[in-house]
């Protein structure tokens, strides 16, 4: 067993490497919006919100290969055996660059039609297509660093997971400005700076595997193919959760482009990407719970997962709250950040966000249960949550929409609502009591 002293120090070691690693993708996004919204126009920012269904689909791919997995590699490094933990490895890595170049080859036969189904509007079809079709071309990369990281983290080298993320990011950030405002290569240059970016978080993290304490290695990848059942069956709620989400964010994009335009697709934008802060820091969170917590139910270590499990509901507290706070007081300078300029643009951003910023914090707590039910099998009502968490969102902004336009900025806060009121009946019919089942110890 670990000592509680011993296992706090690795909780916030663990979770500040993984917000980095969350703060890759999330400055990926975010710079990319702000400096195209800056420097290019407006309908930049839109153009890379409507092309999020796909990075988001991607993601799901990552999650469902390298997310699973690196819960079973923390289970079985926790249990000592380390030939079933690199078994896991292999595959989890095979699998993210054969999915991820099935996206490149999307990328090179049908750009412009993947592009239709993200956008529908002439105005925005350009810039959309330019950006993505870099975005397809790149899969590999991203797919790959993503998964690395996480086995990397899981194998005990977070400090080098959060060395990389800084490169990536500061790459990024100097090409962007470079490609863009010394190159003149508008937006494709700023989805191919987050191509090379994570192409160069990848030589970092793969240090790792020249030290001394990693215990991962690849193996020849006939070994363990019959282990994509458990692989899958284990990523499958938070995959689950992540297609519903690539569902909401194409359906959401759709009704508030054709309900409210241009103008409307740009308030929407900004309030998306304050969900990716929030993100940054959910995801670092259910990162750790997943790796950390996944290592003490392994060993069967009760106490030592209950210590994971406050720790890591007082953080995601501590951070929503800040983050809804600084929304309410300062909402404005969000706005002006991604280029908005209009007097009128930015007082309906100023009221979209400070609902935005409340509506997200169920959204946070949601997602952390669902980690919650998986590392205490209780399977059904993660897999309930993974799909429900998003799905509600559909039909309630639908609904709002077509006979309350004007509240439809509620209607994310409004389907949480709903959603907490309905798991909190489940967990009560269905007994649920958080120990650690004793065949997981065994």
Known sequence: MTDKKTLSIQFWRYLWAFILVALSGCLGEVVDGIIVG??????????????????QLMFTLSLLLAAGAGMLVAYALGQKDIAHARTLYTQSMLGSIVAGGIFTIIGFVAPEEVTRILCDEPELFEMTNDYSSVMLLGAPVFMLSWGLATMVGVDGSPRLVSVSVVVVNVVNLVLDLFFIKVMGWGITSSSAASVIGNFIGILVLLWHFRMPS?????????????????????????????????????????????????TGIFVFSVGMNLLTIYNLFLSGTVETLQSLGAVQVGEGNNEGL?????????????????????????????????????????????????????????????????????????????????FALSLTVIPVIWAVSEFALSWIWYSFLIAYIVEMATIAILHKVTHVKFEIKEEQSE
């Open 38 to 55: 800056n420097l290019i126009s407006t309908d930049g920012v839109s153009a890379i919100n409507l092309t999020k269904p796909l990075m």
């Open 306 to 386: 209950q210590l994971v499990l406050n720790k890591s509901f007082f953080f995601i507290t501590v951070s929503m709250v800040a983050t809804c706070i600084y929304t309410w007081l300062f909402p404005g300078t969000i706005a002006e950040l991604f280029g908005a300029e209009d007097t009128a643009v930015i007082a309906e951003c100023d009221y979209a966000l400070r609902i935005f910023a409340i509506s997200f914090i169920p959204f946070c707590y949601i997602y952390t249960l669902m980690i919650v039910y998986k590392l205490y099998s209780y399977d059904r009502l993660a897999l309930f949550i993974s």
């Open 214 to 262: 990693a215990q991962l290695r690849l193996i020849s990848p006939n070994k363990g193919l019959n282990l994509w059942g458990s692989i899958i069956s284990q990523g499958a709620p938070l995959a689950i959760a992540s297609v519903c989400l690539t569902l909401m964010l194409y359906a959401t994009n759709s009704i508030v482009l054709s309900k409210l335009g241009t």
